[in-house]
């Protein structure tokens, strides 16, 4: 019985594997498009009925025309390899919210949100194409999908786990699944995400790129952000790469991206 649960378990993973886009990474992806669509478009309506909109119009209007480019341009890509169907999903839109947080978002669907805080460190268009272009990648790579897939594995193992240990004692069963919460979250979910990170750096040079924005950007954009962050953080505990290994990342792929450049 427990080798046909681990044996099922282990088929469901193998046929719900997807590849991401221009980096062929295979990718989990249990979730149905429409089931993320729809709890994107709800999530993003509460977050945008609970912040105001920047009332900054020079700045809204270059996040928009910003955003456009780029949607364009992954459209284009989209078209061009065989992924029409994918459009359908995307509804886009860019807004610019007054808030002093040096972040941005793209919700799946293509909801975009730039907050105000981030534009001292874009500094010009073809900064805040990076950020953008960076943003709109995790998007079209599915990342909200194969995370949540990831952590509908997660728990699915910690409960398998539990049924193969209930011969065991408690204080054993409790051990162990306290090393396995830790492994899965250290040596599965975390480094992961900063996979994804870094995969979205590379496919978002390309759109940017596509867009007519200068790839070469990028680097100096995340060294006015490494100036501008406090302090420091271990990578390893971390989501996100640190500055330094994400920039020497940056200028690998700059090669690539610069094929794409359309001045």
Same mark, same amino acid.
């Given at each position: 019985?427990?080798?046909?649960?681990?044996?099922?378990? *282990?088929? +469901? !993973?193998? !046929?719900?594997?997807?590849?991401?886009?221009?980096?062929?990474? &295979?990718?989990?992806?249990?979730?149905?498009?429409?089931?993320?669509?729809?709890?994107?478009? $709800?999530? /993003?309506?509460?977050?945008?009925?609970?912040?105001?909109?920047?009332?900054?119009?020079?700045?809204?209007?270059?996040?928009?025309?910003?955003?456009?480019?780029?949607?364009?341009?992954?459209?284009?890509?989209?078209?061009?390899?065989?992924?029409?169907?994918?459009?359908?999903?995307?509804?886009?839109?860019?807004?610019?919210?007054?808030?002093?947080?040096?972040?941005?978002?793209?919700?799946?669907? @293509?909801?975009?949100?730039?907050?105000?805080?981030?534009?001292?460190?874009? &500094?010009?268009?073809?900064?805040?194409? !990076? +950020?953008? @272009?960076?943003?709109?990648?995790?998007?079209?790579?599915?990342?909200?999908?194969?995370? *949540?897939? $990831?952590?509908?594995?997660? $728990?699915?193992?910690?409960?398998?786990?539990?049924?193969?240990?209930?011969?065991?004692?408690?204080?054993?069963?409790?051990?162990?699944?306290?090393? /396995?919460?830790?492994? +899965?979250?250290?040596? !599965?979910?975390?480094?992961?995400?900063?996979?994804?990170?870094?995969?979205?750096?590379?496919? @978002?040079?390309? =759109?940017?790129?596509?867009?007519? /924005?200068?790839?070469?950007?990028?680097?100096? =954009?995340?060294?006015?952000?490494?100036?501008?962050?406090? @302090?420091?953080?271990?990578? =390893?505990?971390?989501?996100?790469?640190?500055?330094?290994?994400?920039? &020497?990342?940056? $200028?690998?792929?700059?090669?690539?991206?610069?094929?794409?450049?359309?001045?």
């Amino acid at each position: 019985m427990r080798k046909y649960i681990f044996l099922s378990a *282990l088929a +469901v !993973v193998l !046929v719900s594997c997807s590849s991401v886009l221009i980096t062929g990474r &295979k990718q989990l992806n249990f979730v149905p498009d429409a089931e993320i669509l729809s709890m994107s478009s $709800q999530s /993003y309506k509460q977050f945008i009925d609970s912040v105001p909109l920047s009332t900054n119009k020079t700045n809204t209007a270059l996040v928009k025309k910003v955003g456009k480019n780029i949607s364009v341009a992954v459209e284009e890509y989209l078209r061009n390899n065989g992924l029409s169907s994918e459009i359908s999903n995307l509804s886009w839109e860019f807004n610019l919210v007054k808030d002093t947080s040096k972040n941005a978002f793209c919700m799946p669907g @293509g909801k975009v949100v730039v907050f105000e805080g981030i534009l001292p460190i874009t &500094k010009n268009e073809d900064g805040l194409a !990076v +950020v953008m @272009g960076h943003e709109i990648a995790h998007a079209i790579a599915k990342h909200s999908n194969e995370r *949540l897939s $990831q952590q509908m594995v997660a $728990q699915f193992g910690a409960q398998l786990t539990d049924l193969l240990l209930s011969n065991k004692s408690e204080i054993t069963r409790a051990g162990i699944n306290t090393l /396995y919460g830790i492994g +899965v979250q250290y040596g !599965v979910m975390l480094p992961y995400s900063r996979k994804q990170e870094y995969e979205a750096d590379r496919l @978002g040079l390309i =759109f940017l790129a596509m867009a007519g /924005y200068n790839p070469q950007e990028s680097v100096a =954009f995340w060294q006015r952000m490494a100036a501008s962050s406090s @302090g420091s953080y271990i990578e =390893f505990l971390s989501t996100h790469p640190s500055d330094e290994n994400r920039i &020497k990342k940056l $200028q690998e792929s700059l090669p690539e991206a610069m094929k794409y450049y359309k001045k």
